[in-house]
């Protein structure tokens, strides 16, 4: 198995193929195939061998009495795949189309001499159409020979995996800055599809109205889509004139098209390092909506051209936010990924520290890393062999600093950075696939939707999981940090199926749209997830005594048969003043 890699999410550097010379069928060329060799085999099972080819048939695998044979011919055969080297003869099974009912096991010589140093051979068949060659799953090398299980009768044959042509993704980026009325601009570069390693910046104001350093916004392509990052940092703002810059952006999408051509492809990615920090010289507490925030998005889609939204969807976003000496972080998952991307497990634990440097400001630094690489394995088992996709990756990096900050040394600096790549290097995701060529027609990401989960039929399913709040009563803070409460949905004793909820809010003493925002949306949970889901409530700052107040939150089920035990879905959410 070859492994191609590309540091990103995410997208290619190709690896050279070896090119191989096809050896002579025959040591001299004028030897004779040998001849078909066969045996009538029935319900008892029975072993046909021919030219160092076997197939043996377990009992019960037929239902009744077949004349079994193997043939060294590849007359009738389809082409091989291109490029594809051959390592030993084509040889047909048959009567084709001879199915079994318990797979039987087939063995089939190889020249080892003629495989590359690690390469891994491949066992090919020809589909039930016999129009084309597949690799089968399960394969193994024994010695010369490959063994593998088959479940009905084609021609076979011993085989490589088809060189790679170098194709390069569709590479996009985009600068943008946030100004204090709350207007975005924001400036795309043109596509690149050049392969080559390339960095682009940006300036997007000055840090501090005292000192001439601008801040900076970099985006870094590696050769060939193998790496790509992201980095800003935000302009420091007075707040004082509505067209000041005091946010920042950077963007980055790649996206690739690949075709399946083996039955256990497999793709791969890996979020390699992610920094948000921030740092805050004035100890006194601002306005209403004063804060500095460091902000970024991480997602990769799979999509095929014949579905609606990606088979395939993981995409989180994490923020650091705070002032003077109150931080704090959130990670979520983004409602429609399928997937999991992050959770605040995947990061260290919250720095925060107060220092001041000899000469300088009294300062508080918050920073927020990730504590390890995390690799992701994309599910390719919806996807058929011969069948085209595409993957999108993307990362998105914005810090915005709401503080203000005065010159440089009246100790009133403010400022917040988000990187998502390797600081070591060029890195910032990995991405390593096989049984996949690409193919360079990547289509348009499809519009973000949460998956439609079909209402339960039956009784509900303990192996689905129950579906609850991690806690019965939240405390949210009345402070001028708004938007980063957050409660946790788990789903825990089961993972079965998909299900959906409506996570919706009921007021107490606590009123929506004075207090916090009003909650109602749904929460979905794919087949096989388990990983909690993080949702953010909007609490609202009102300066002054205000007295503690609650409100409720409810989890109803709408689809799939999660057990829906309404005391476990209800919680309390008390604002403390």
């Keep these: 198995m070859n492994l191609f890699l ?9 690896m050279a193929a070896v090119t191989l010379a096809l050896a002579a069928c025959n040591s001299g060329g004028d030897a004779s195939p040998p001849p078909t060799q066969g045996a009538t085999i029935g319900p008892a099972g029975g072993t046909v061998t021919a030219a160092g080819a076997q197939v043996v048939v377990p009992a019960g695998a037929l239902a009744q009495q077949a004349p079994i044979a193997i043939e060294a011919t590849r007359v009738g055969a389809p082409t091989m795949p291109a490029g ?6 084509m040889f047909a099974l048959t009567p ?5 009912a318990t797979p039987a096991t087939v063995t089939l010589p190889f020249d080892p001499a003629l495989v590359p140093a690690g390469t891994q051979p491949q066992f090919y068949k020809t589909n039930a159409a016999m129009t084309a060659f597949e690799v089968v799953a399960g394969a193994t090398v024994s ?8 479940s009905s009768f084609s021609f076979v044959i011993v085989g490589g995996l088809p060189p790679l042509t170098r194709h390069t993704p569709v590479r996009n980026w985009q600068f943008g800055t946030y100004l204090v009325n709350g207007t975005f601009t924001g400036y795309t570069r043109p596509q690149d599809t050049s392969g080559a390693d390339f960095t682009d910046s940006t300036e997007f104001g000055p840090l501090l109205r005292a000192q001439p350093r601008q801040a900076q916004g970099v985006v870094v392509f590696g050769n060939f889509g193998n790496t790509y990052g992201a980095y800003a940092e935000a302009p420091s703002g007075t707040l004082r004139l509505s067209d000041e810059a005091i946010g920042s952006q950077a963007w980055v999408w790649q996206s690739q098209s690949f075709t399946k051509n083996a039955v256990d492809a497999s793709l791969t990615f890996t979020l390699s390092a992610a920094h948000f920090v921030t740092y805050d010289e004035n100890p006194r507490f601002g306005l209403s909506d004063s804060y500095v925030w460091s ?14 939204r990606p088979f395939y969807s993981a995409a989180s976003q994490v923020s650091l936010i705070g002032e003077a000496n109150d931080w704090m972080f959130d990670v979520k998952d983004m409602p429609y990924s399928t997937h999991p991307l992050l959770t605040r497990e995947d990061f260290l634990d919250l720095y925060v520290v107060a220092y001041q440097p000899t000469g300088r400001c009294p300062r508080v630094e918050a920073l927020l890393a990730l504590r390890a690489p995390i690799t992701y394995r994309v599910d390719l088992s919806s996807v058929g062999v011969g069948q085209e996709f595409t993957v ?3 990362i998105k990096a914005q810090p915005l600093n709401r503080k ?4 440089a040394l009246d100790c009133e600096g403010s400022g917040a950075t988000t990187n998502i790549r390797d600081p070591l290097g060029m890195g910032g995701m990995t991405m390593a696939f096989s049984g996949l060529t690409p193919t360079n027609r990547p289509l348009p990401l499809p519009p973000a939707a949460i998956p439609t989960v079909a209402a339960c039929t039956g009784p509900n399913l303990p192996e689905a999981g129950n579906i609850q709040f991690d806690s019965t009563t939240y405390t949210m803070r009345d402070t001028a940090l708004q938007g980063t409460q957050s409660v946790r949905i788990t789903r825990t004793g089961g993972k079965t199926g998909a299900a959906s909820f409506r996570l919706f809010s009921q007021d107490g003493d606590a009123k929506a749209g004075t207090d916090y925002g009003a ?6 949970f794919a087949d096989g997830y388990d990983t909690a889901r993080t949702e953010t409530i909007n609490v609202t700052f009102r300066p002054g005594a205000q007295g503690d107040r609650f409100f409720n939150l409810f989890l109803v089920r709408t689809g799939g048969c999660a057990p829906d035990e309404l005391g476990a879905q209800q919680a309390v959410v008390v604002i403390r003043d």
């Design 6 to 14: 590309l540091r990103v999410p995410g997208t290619l550097a190709w």
């Design 404 to 407: 203000g900050s005065g010159f």
């Design 143 to 150: 010695g010369a020979t490959m063994v593998a299980p088959l």
């Design 96 to 100: 084709h189309g001879t199915s079994f």
């Design 295 to 308: 902000w970024g998005q991480m997602s990769v889609d799979a999509y095929t051209s014949t579905t609606t």
């Design 392 to 394: 999108w990756s993307e």
């Design 84 to 89: 594809v080297p051959e390592f030993g003869a």
């Design 519 to 524: 909650v109602d949306r749904t929460v979905f």
